[in-house]
């Protein structure tokens, strides 16, 4: 502590003096940071993760030359507009805190790239907020937010936003002037419709949207040429838009627990796809074009109404995961016995009394799932598997 400055020194003792400790030094400030962190003899990062405060130490507002500044995990219900006084801030963390709103005098940090106000009980957002504009990081989550400003626009270099966890039940109608923004969470919100303009965030890779209340999507989506991730689970779908077949990049996409009744035959264009999970929807078939999926990991379709499965998942030669329970298949294509790579085959719960004889010699096939079926001894051609589950 000797090499700070006569100042930082005096302040750095008072907040000692607050949290009933001495604040050791660190060699960087994170978010879950206790202590500081000195450079050219001045305190550019202070942490005080759980210190167990109830009021923010007007002291900190005298380190004028912090950079990065945690207050995470206390008791605090206010930040008032002295967060101006420490113009250099970078990174502010002010997560698990008991706030309410956010002061103006915050959106003066014309420098502040991070700001996380997740965990706290804010009800809206400043419109000053578009003066944030070196802002790359906004973290949202579990707040109690119903909209965002228009203004939330404004941020030209955000990067990344969580606003998962709210009470969003609309979204501004442009979105254009989030240009940069590859992330997006807006899971368990009470969204029931995505604006258009969500076409217009064309350098987004992740979206979430699942846990809202969504009954379509708009056909814009397909113009988020660069999304690798979508999440759209748990709303009440009841169709794809054809435009999905655009997101060539795409090598996520969940929709389970929807009410889809079928799949858009472009689904086949989806060329980079790992992973699709259409669980617990209302299926009653998959188009042929599915075969044409060549990245293929991981297939979940059960919880449907399938009476079959196309010949064509036998060109899925990357498939290691197949789950199919619960449906009202009776036969499996013998196409299948191609799958070389098939390693899991979950088919329990369906009406199947035998399988494709060449299913043993799938050389990775490890798993076979075949209880609630009317199969009451292991097939003939499965002995060789290490595990064949009948159910009994």
Known sequence: MNELITRDK???DALAGYVGRPLPSVPAVTSDSFGIHVSDRRVVGLGLF???LDTVPREIFALDRLRVLSLRNNRIQQLDD???DLPDLVELWFAGNRLHSLPDGLCALTNLAILSVKNNQLTFLPHSI???????DLDLYDNRLTSLPHEIVKLHRLERLWTNRNALTTLPAELAGLGRLVYWDLRENALTTLPRAIGDLTALRFLFVQENQLTQLPPE?????YLEEFYAYMNQLEEVPAEIGSLRRLRVLWLFKNRLTRLPSNIGSLIELRDLNVWDNRLESLPEEIGDLIALRHLDVGANALRALPRSLSKLQELRFVNAEQNQLEHLPSSFERLTRLQKL?????GLTGLPPGMGRLPELRYVGLSGNPINEVPPSLVHIPRVDIGR
């Open 130 to 136: 578009a003066d944030l504009g070196a802002l790359r």
């Open 10 to 12: 005096l302040i750095v």
């Open 346 to 350: 979950n088919l329990n719960r369906n």
């Open 82 to 84: 002295s967060i101006a």
């Open 50 to 52: 759980g210190a167990q």
């Open 221 to 225: 989506i397909g113009r988020l040429s």
